[in-house]
Each structure stands twice: as C-alpha cells, then as structure tokens.
C-alpha cells in the first residue's frame, strides 16, 4: 500500500505569493494533519482535519488555511508567504477515532520563499 | 499548554555503545507521549509510544523509553548503536487520546561512531 504521498516535493516563491501544497493519506485514513517544520527545530503543528471538518489548529496566522476533500485528501495554502515561512510542511495521516491512533508521516514538501 | 524540552542537541556515541537522549515534558494533564526518528530527506517513523499502563515501553529497533512521572521524563535507550541509528530523534507530547496536534521538542541529532 501506499504511503501518503505529498506533492510537490520542492518548491520555490518569493515573498508575497500563495502557495498549496497537496496531501494524499493512505487508503482508510479518514483524518490528516499538518505540521510546518523549519531547519533545525522540532515540527510544529498547524491543522488537523477529519472527515472534511477542522479538529484542530496550532497557533498560527490566518495566512495559514487548509481544507479536507471527500476522498480525504488535503490541501494547505499559504497567502503572502514570508521569509519565515521557509521550512519542511509534513502531512500526517491516522484513522481517527479508535482511540489507539498512529500517525503517519509523509515525505513533506520543502518549501524556499525567497 | 505543554512542552518538550530535549537536552542536547547533538549526541555522539560509538557504535555499540549505549544510546540515551533525554527527554523532558511539562503537561497540566496525563500526557501521552511519543518518540519519532526523522532520516535525511524523509518524514517522521513512529519508535514507541507510551499512553498508559506499563511505564517502560518498547519499540522498533531496539528501543526502549520509560515513562517517569516523578521526574516528568521520557528518555529514549538503546543498550548497543547501530551505524543505522544515526538520524534525528523527537520528543513529542499530547493530550489528546488520539494521538494527535503533538508538540514536540526540539530534536536530538544521534552520530554514531564507528
């Protein structure tokens, strides 16, 4: 089976763009969230979605928005990026909801805003 | 609000000798906790997890960590180091039962020797 699978994998903006960055969890995942992870720090968390309803967010600007789809994947758009905004964006996917949950992470999407 | 603090950014051992990264949390209720280790390029694997019951957990590749709430520490062991084990290793801590939205420390980066 497939893991989840994040697109792209690298990316390059200046400052002032929006950008989207795209999550596919694994087959069965109804839930996926989002941590931004920049150089030399732990993750920290930003969304979490389940069956399309936001469960919970970090503290973050609303510049930070996602959404869930019907097929469970997920999208996270970034408006008027920043510097600061260069980091490691992972997608995490888990079935939610029986209690004994595992995360699985993807790959990520290195985001460079320059 | 919980936090994780990781003592040593950087540890360096030789191969087949004992691995210790430490781990500290702060938490106004029962956490639940987490290590993960992160490859060059690549997401987050899950080493072990502890929720409740058994305070000394084990996990994939030899790892082990024990929960002590006395001293609100959660070190990561392994008795002998593997060349393999060289990555970066997190701390992470929730509230939630479903093991989501973590907060997690800010790294340990484990060199192994040969």
């Known amino acids: 089976d497939a893991g989840v699978t994040q697109s792209p994998t690298h990316l390059i903006k200046t400052r002032g763009q929006h950008v989207t960055l795209r999550c596919s969890p694994i087959s069965g995942h109804k839930s996926v969230s989002w941590y931004q992870q920049v150089l030399g720090q732990g993750p920290q968390f930003i969304f979490q979605?389940?069956?399309?309803?936001?469960?919970g967010r970090g503290n973050f600007p609303d510049r930070f928005s996602a959404r869930q789809f019907p097929n469970y994947s997920s999208e996270l758009n970034v408006n008027a990026l920043l510097l600061g905004d260069s980091a490691l964006y992972l997608c995490?996917?888990?079935?939610?909801?029986?209690?004994?949950?595992?995360?699985?992470f993807g790959s990520g999407t290195q985001l460079s805003v320059l | 609000a919980q936090s994780v603090t990781q003592l040593g950014s950087h540890v360096s051992v030789s191969e087949g000798a004992l691995v210790l990264l430490r781990c500290n949390y702060s938490?106004?209720?029962?956490?639940?906790l987490f290590w993960y280790v992160q490859y060059p390029n690549q997401g987050l694997q899950l080493l072990l997890k502890?929720?409740?019951?058994?305070?000394l957990v084990k996990g994939i590749n030899g790892f082990e960590a024990e929960f002590k709430k006395s001293e609100t520490s959660f070190h990561l062991t392994k008795p002998s180091a593997h060349m393999s084990d060289a990555a970066e290793y997190f701390c992470a801590v929730t509230s939630n039962n479903a093991g989501n939205m973590l907060t997690f420390g800010g790294g340990t980066r484990l060199m192994v020797k040969p």
């Open positions: 938490s106004s209720v029962p956490p639940y």
């Open positions: 502890y929720t409740t019951g058994a305070t």
């Open positions: 995490a996917s888990t079935t939610y909801g029986t209690g004994n949950e595992k995360l699985f």
């Open positions: 979605y389940y069956e399309k309803e936001e469960r």
